[in-house]
């Protein structure tokens, strides 16, 4: 029988149908990617077989018991904490562990070691971005849609090599594109990627450069009148102090030409329907909340 599930690689979350042979394919009824599948989720299949996997403990190379095993760690962390003090040991989590297992592994490490240096994926990769929606928008709720990259006119790629690292999602604007030639494109990017061969206009922002290229942006939608300033009055906290920090900001610092500046803030405040998408070139920084 097969079992409808969800892909666990990027966080597009694709939908598949399992098979208990290892037979994979896409679920057509699910909204993520309406049956397509990217090379990861086409070869999750093979993840199923044990050859070459470790399936014991193994100590300097030859296979041991749990107990052993768990003796031994248990010795070396000891040894680490008299020798030292307990802030010399440290944990490095998974992304997918599960609610109770982290509290397992956090209160093994405060509760029991006395040190705080527990980290996992999932806080190294998405944290700034949670934190910023939440301050953004008072929730960590993406406030989008995939739909809506479809019936954009314009959509702005921010830090995102979409083509490489979320590809069903490059696939869905690509065939969007295709079916709406009229659509644009923008790649925001250091870096000249698979991803611009999409785009209409590839801005080859200096790093950390997004920051003054979208507060130069804010500070002409403002002095061009582009601004719903009753939507403002309604739903916007802190757009004073946000626009005179973009009127202070230099566009120039964004490493893009007035030419390339003109261009893009043209084809924003011409078009109704603009949608951004970022990835974590953006929230992988050191200012990558704000």
Same mark, same amino acid.
């Given at each position: 029988?097969?079992?409808?599930?969800?892909?666990?690689?990027?966080?597009?979350?694709?939908?598949?149908?399992?098979?208990?042979?290892?037979?994979?394919?896409?679920?057509?009824?699910?909204?993520?990617?309406?049956?397509?599948?990217?090379?990861?989720?086409?070869?999750?299949?093979?993840? /199923?077989? !044990?050859? =070459?996997?470790? $399936? @014991?403990?193994?100590?300097?190379?030859?296979?041991?018991?749990?107990?052993? #095993?768990?003796?031994?760690?248990?010795?070396?962390?000891?040894?680490?904490?008299?020798?030292?003090?307990?802030?010399?040991?440290?944990?490095?989590?998974?992304?997918?562990?599960?609610?109770?297992?982290?509290?397992?592994?956090?209160?093994?490490?405060?509760?029991?070691?006395?040190?705080?240096?527990?980290?996992?994926?999932?806080?190294?990769?998405?944290?700034?971005?949670?934190?910023?929606?939440?301050?953004?928008?008072?929730?960590?709720?993406?406030?989008?849609?995939?739909?809506?990259?479809?019936?954009?006119?314009? /959509?702005? !790629?921010? =830090?995102?090599? $979409? @083509?490489?690292?979320?590809?069903?999602?490059?696939?869905?604007?690509?065939? #969007?594109?295709?079916?709406?030639?009229?659509?644009?494109?923008?790649?925001?990017?250091?870096?000249?990627?698979?991803?611009?061969?999409?785009?209409?206009?590839?801005?080859?922002?200096?790093?950390?450069?997004?920051?003054?290229?979208?507060?130069?942006?804010?500070?002409?939608?403002?002095?061009?009148?582009?601004?719903?300033?009753?939507?403002?009055?309604?739903?916007?906290?802190?757009?004073?102090?946000?626009?005179?920090?973009?009127?202070?900001?230099?566009?120039?610092?964004?490493?893009?030409?007035?030419?390339?500046?003109?261009?893009?803030?043209?084809?924003?405040?011409?078009?109704?329907?603009?949608?951004?998408?970022?990835?974590?070139?953006?929230?992988?920084?050191?200012?990558?909340?704000?």
């Amino acid at each position: 029988m097969s079992t409808c599930t969800t892909c666990p690689y990027c966080g597009v979350g694709c939908g598949v149908i399992a098979s208990p042979d290892g037979t994979i394919k896409g679920d057509a009824q699910h909204p993520a990617n309406l049956g397509r599948l990217c090379s990861k989720g086409s070869a999750l299949g093979v993840t /199923i077989d !044990l050859e =070459g996997r470790l $399936l @014991a403990p193994t100590v300097g190379g030859f296979e041991t018991g749990w107990d052993e #095993a768990i003796g031994l760690v248990a010795r070396k962390f000891s040894e680490a904490m008299r020798v030292h003090v307990p802030e010399s040991v440290e944990s490095y989590a998974s992304g997918e562990f599960l609610t109770d297992d982290y509290y397992g592994a956090i209160k093994l490490m405060k509760g029991f070691v006395g040190a705080a240096n527990i980290d996992t994926n999932s806080r190294l990769c998405m944290a700034s971005s949670v934190a910023g929606h939440k301050r953004a928008f008072g929730t960590d709720t993406v406030p989008g849609t995939y739909e809506d990259l479809e019936e954009a006119d314009l /959509i702005v !790629l921010v =830090g995102s090599n $979409l @083509a490489w690292c979320h590809p069903v999602l490059h696939q869905r604007i690509a065939a #969007a594109k295709e079916a709406r030639p009229e659509m644009r494109v923008v790649n925001v990017d250091p870096r000249r990627t698979a991803t611009s061969q999409l785009a209409d206009l590839h801005l080859s922002v200096a790093p950390d450069g997004d920051v003054a290229l979208f507060n130069g942006l804010l500070a002409h939608l403002a002095t061009t009148g582009r601004v719903n300033q009753a939507y403002v009055e309604a739903h916007v906290n802190g757009f004073e102090p946000a626009l005179a920090a973009a009127y202070a900001t230099d566009a120039a610092a964004s490493g893009l030409s007035a030419d390339d500046l003109a261009v893009f803030y043209s084809m924003w405040t011409g078009t109704e329907k603009v949608v951004t998408v970022y990835s974590q070139g953006v929230n992988h920084s050191a200012c990558g909340t704000d």
